[in-house]
């Protein structure tokens, strides 16, 4: 059974830092297209960030670019999303996500797998 664990997640005050993981299990996902996507109260599902295989294509969301950093480590079947410069607006449920392949189908890239996601919170 696949499964996407996120960590990480918690309270930060404005401007403050915080690294989320997502460890894989059931299956490996070195050779799969992962991401990250968040959930607001109130709101719909966005995509965040998204990195291929190998780590050398990323793709952000605008509201991102520049402050958050998303990498991964296969030998460990892991991604990482590291979030500086936090605002309020950033307060979510932030969620992992893989693809079925290495193929980058879309934009943001269609995902298959999810997490259940791990809640962040960033006051003012």
């Known amino acids: 059974q696949v499964q996407l664990v996120e960590s990480g997640g918690g309270l930060v005050q404005a401007g403050g830092s915080l690294r989320l993981s997502c460890a894989a299990s059931?299956?490996?996902?070195?050779?799969?297209?992962m991401g990250w996507f968040r959930r607001a109260p109130g709101l719909e599902r966005e995509f965040v960030a998204a990195?291929?295989?190998?780590?050398?294509?990323?793709s952000y969301a605008d509201s991102v670019k520049g402050r958050f950093t998303i990498s991964r480590d296969n030998a460990k079947n892991t991604v990482y999303l590291q979030m500086n410069s936090l605002k309020p607006e950033d307060t979510a449920v932030y969620s992992c996500?893989?693809?079925?392949?290495?193929?980058?189908?879309?934009?943001?890239?269609?995902?298959?797998?999810w997490g259940k996601g791990t809640l962040v919170t960033v006051s003012s």
């Open positions: 059931g299956r490996t996902f070195s050779s799969n297209v």
């Open positions: 996500a893989a693809a079925s392949s290495r193929l980058w189908v879309g934009s943001p890239p269609k995902m298959d797998y």
């Open positions: 990195i291929n295989w190998s780590g050398d294509r990323t």
